[in-house]
């Protein structure tokens, strides 16, 4: 699917534009879809292995960005969460590097405006199919950074994000593209010669688009802003976080490969990395030339952004407080399996994973009769054991914890009230090094005071709250309050009353939210598909944009019309 | 066109269906198109003598909203431009009435987002219906309140702005059904049965909406953000300018009679008239309640409710110093021609109407030879005193200064620089008490310092610069930094090279604005045509939004998935 050095651009497009058609249809039909193999097979034989050993080539060395303005001085950052230092310095990004690259990047916008949507996508589809063919490489990246364990870190990592990636390049394809690029407009004028004007639309990207990316999810969570920033003609600066550079790395290089390849100039992608406690972002954030922002992060960070780069679209992923209302059920162990999951995969570090579970303190009904709010919180505490009895599934599921913060935070658990279930700690024979804790649940109860101060923020790790709340009614407005004051990217519910299932759909569609009801099976809450589910709504203080839509990419770029008199 | 009293929704549907897909062919399209008549006669006879008549016994009474919750108090704020108070009061809005008036609002949400966006476009297409058939009195309401002379007030306030208004109505549906209101999601798992989810996608409104309206163009300007929320299935709470509340109150009065009709709660639309220096658009932006605002006016508070209205997604149309380069011409008499009407139109108080002429030092060349740059300069204002020549025509083109603060401008103006063409007092015999000036022309030396103070910030009303520069070059410098730091709602060039139209377009792209190039006869920069023309590029200081577009639209709901396992 790749393309060989020299290409034209006449030729990306015809490699790419029938997976861009594909990929317009799925957007538009939200059937399932994907081109990027889920399976790590789908790779070769000895891709696995290659794709190790291409890490590890890369550990303990320069990650050289061949013509990219630098300061000249190396940063090493990364840490795997399995222990080791990964080692691989990047060029560090100062004031002066800064001031030297940005007008460079903005050297290259106007060529890349004039290649069009259509190479813009083809050039970005080829971006993402060399991608695609090291997946396993990106695997190991997003393994030790992100401490995911191996298969998730592959398939999350992988091709879901390659998914999001292409799903972003359609979108941005789609948007440049509603209107024609030149008209003729006539206006009639009774029995006088109508006005003729010529117009030219031509969709212009805004300047330099920032990227600041996440430990957790650097490709997930960073290839839908980054697609949808090039895609729609901008520069993109990509500042990852310093404990998980080497996916954007990899991104970045290969980005400007390609551009350097198809003609274009490499430096409309660019790397800046930083030292722990630099802080640059905060600093590009507020450049003039910054004109997109695209951050998934901390609320505080990402309300400052908001607040200051006025002179940015800025698109934030934040923190919210994800929330269950268990009501009823009628496959009760249907229903604790899949909660113990979602709760366990990878440890609890989602964006996605639920936090607060909302129980009335008077019990659900089952399919085998009431369960008090005891022994539901002691029921889904044994699921999520059994899920992880066996260390070696345990290691599969849980992964590593990303960082000391989220340690701290789940040995404070505690103190917040009565564990429901304690976290384990789990040896991994691989990585001895590696933190490996399962998750905890905590029972708190809604009424009393000082419950509120342990569940009413997020709580980012493995965490949760068994939250005893009067009724049903009681939780539907305690999901209302969260959904209005925190925000959320999930909400999931447990009913078998089509009312309640109506009442929590009115509140998600109050305070938007995306809501997932009755999940079972393979199919859960804190997972979404690209070219199918929305992820979060943008309309809640979780985030002020979803991956992916219209509302995502039409702010990257501009119309602008250049009219004349029409010619006689 | 319009429905009668008890319609349901599936007539309204029926009616008006054919013009919401005439409208999406036309956003798609851009050629020319409007289902609304600009010529007075088409309204029937005795429509002009009906609309003033409705307007005289409007004025010197009250203006009632039967069922919006109010505060007791009235207001009258509105003093014709041509000299006579209004005399007519509205409700004025208060904290008391605000904090009662927002839950009812919030309250009529459920069904208008149950009612879908066909039915929500079909009943803001019987709203414009019905604006439509009443355009004559809107015509006098914008006249005196605009001070925009009758048959502009006719045709912008009436089916120009009811053009826009349907153009909004027609990107908020094409936006909202981009994704299916329920799709089944398969996904293979080899030799497992396949997951299976269904996803349901429902378009849900923000919340309540804020309009901000403007003094100068309440209609023109108010009916693309009032549609668009209204469309997309929010709330609109509609805050005119003191100056200019009679074509919104009626606006507000309409969509009430129609929601009610429709079966939908009245107070989705409500009016919040205030005293002058009540200052509540302040207040009202920052209510929780609010998630979106649109606003037309100056740039202080424009940003200022971008920077400090977090909770909701803003739209704002500021204010830029629009600018023409004047390079070269075959068409002298044309070019001047085409100018002084663009600077004439309603004294210049667009703001779309050119400030700075950027002409060369050294003269340009046209098609009878070269013309120094005082030539010029004499030559424009010649042709502005040519069309002005005759009072009756004067008067029919300059309508009236809106207020003080625009004659004060236009007063202080001799004192900028040297005058090209001093501003001269028009009697209007209909109206004495009318305040009508002719456009002034100044002459500024872009090389000496004070000019800059001069020229570089907006001066709104009758009062353009005549900037010399140093070359070509040196005004497309001027006119990049300009679009930078001030921005700007339109631009315009005249060059006999193309590669001087060429450079001009890549300022244009790189700092994105409209360009008009060439403009003669009958066409100007200062005017655009809905479903063809952008207004604004939203691309720099002078908005942060086009009037209209899908990024105008995407922001204002968002789309909730509810996903339940799929039933056998």
């Keep these: 699917m790749t393309t060989g050095i020299g290409t034209t651009t006449a030729q990306l497009v015809d490699t790419h534009r029938p997976t861009l058609d594909r990929a317009l249809e799925?957007?538009?039909?939200?059937?399932?879809?994907t081109p990027h193999p889920e399976h790590p097979k789908a790779y070769?034989?000895?891709?696995?292995?290659q794709g190790k050993a291409a890490f590890d080539a890369l550990c303990g060395s320069r990650f050289e960005l061949p013509g990219q303005p630098v300061s000249g001085e190396w940063v090493a950052t990364e840490v795997s969460p399995y222990g080791p230092e990964l080692g691989i310095s990047y060029p560090r990004m100062d004031e002066g590097a800064v001031d030297a690259l940005l007008p460079v990047m903005r050297g290259g916008l106007p060529a890349w405006r004039k290649a069009g949507a259509e190479v813009r996508a083809a050039v970005c589809l080829e971006i993402l199919a060399r991608i695609s063919a090291r997946t396993p490489e990106f695997a190991q990246a997003v393994m030790h950074t992100s401490g995911q364990a191996f298969m998730m870190a592959f398939?999350?990592?992988?091709?879901?994000?390659?998914d999001r990636g292409m799903e972003a390049v359609?979108?941005?394809?789609?948007?440049?593209?509603?209107?024609?690029?030149?008209?003729?407009?006539?206006?009639?004028q009774g029995k006088r010669d109508p006005l003729r004007v010529t117009k030219e639309f031509t969709p212009a990207g805004r300047g330099v688009a920032l990227l600041i990316g996440c430990n957790t999810f650097p490709t997930w969570n960073g290839f839908p802003g980054f697609f949808a920033s090039l895609a729609t003609g901008n520069a993109v600066l990509v500042k990852p976080h310093p404990r998980a550079v080497l996916p954007l790395a990899l991104t970045v290089r290969i980005a400007r490969e390609v551009l350097a390849e198809a003609g274009f100039d490499a430096d409309l992608v660019a790397l800046a990395a930083e030292a722990e406690g630099d802080g640059i972002a905060k600093d590009l954030a507020v450049r003039p030339e910054i004109r997109v922002i695209d951050y998934t992060g901390g609320s505080a960070f990402g309300e400052w952004l908001e607040s200051h780069a006025r002179q940015a679209r800025v698109h934030t992923e934040k923190a919210g407080v994800n929330t269950v209302?268990?009501?009823s059920t009628d496959d009760y162990q249907g229903m604790l399996a899949n909660l113990a999951f979602s709760l366990s995969l990878y440890s609890g570090q989602m964006c996605t994973t639920p936090q607060n579970l909302l129980i009335p303190a008077a019990g659900i009904t089952t399919e085998s009769g009431p369960r008090g709010y005891d022994e539901v919180v002691a029921d889904l505490a044994a699921a999520v054991d059994k899920l992880l009895g066996d260390d070696a599934r345990a290691n599969a599921l849980l992964g590593a914890l990303?960082?000391?913060?989220?340690?701290?935070?789940?040995?404070?658990?505690?103190?917040l009230g009565e564990v429901a279930l304690a976290s384990r700690t789990v040896q991994n024979p691989e990585f001895p090094d590696a933190t490996v804790r399962t998750p905890a649940i905590v029972k708190l109860d809604a009424t009393e005071p000082e419950s509120e101060g342990a569940y009413q923020d997020e709580c980012f790790g493995p965490v949760s709250f068994a939250v005893a709340v009067g009724s049903t009614e009681d939780a539907l407005e305690l999901l209302r309050n969260t959904l209005r004051s925190k925000g959320a990217m999930t909400v999931a519910g447990y009913t078998t009353s089509s009312e309640?299932?109506?009442?929590?759909?009115?509140v998600?569609?109050?305070?938007?939210?995306?809501?997932?009801?009755?999940?079972?099976?393979?199919v859960y809450v804190n997972q979404t598909a690209a070219f199918s589910d929305f992820h979060g709504s943008g309309g809640n203080p979780a985030a002020n944009c979803t991956l992916c839509d219209g509302d995502f990419v039409s702010g990257r770029f501009r119309v602008v019309e250049v009219r004349r008199m029409a010619e006689d």
Excluded: M
Excluded at 402 to 415: F, G, H, T, W
């Design 402 to 415: 990303v960082n000391e913060q989220v340690r701290a935070r789940l040995e404070a658990a505690p103190s």
């Design 155 to 162: 398939q999350a990592g992988g091709p879901h994000a390659q």
């Design 508 to 522: 998600c569609f109050d305070e938007p939210a995306q809501l997932s009801l009755n999940l079972t099976g393979g």
């Design 26 to 33: 799925a957007i538009a039909g939200r059937e399932f879809w």
């Design 170 to 188: 359609a979108y941005a394809y789609a948007e440049q593209v509603r209107t024609p690029a030149r008209v003729s407009w006539e206006k009639p």
């Design 325 to 327: 209302v268990i009501d």
């Design 500 to 506: 309640v299932a109506r009442q929590l759909e009115e």
């Design 44 to 49: 070769g034989e000895g891709a696995a292995e």
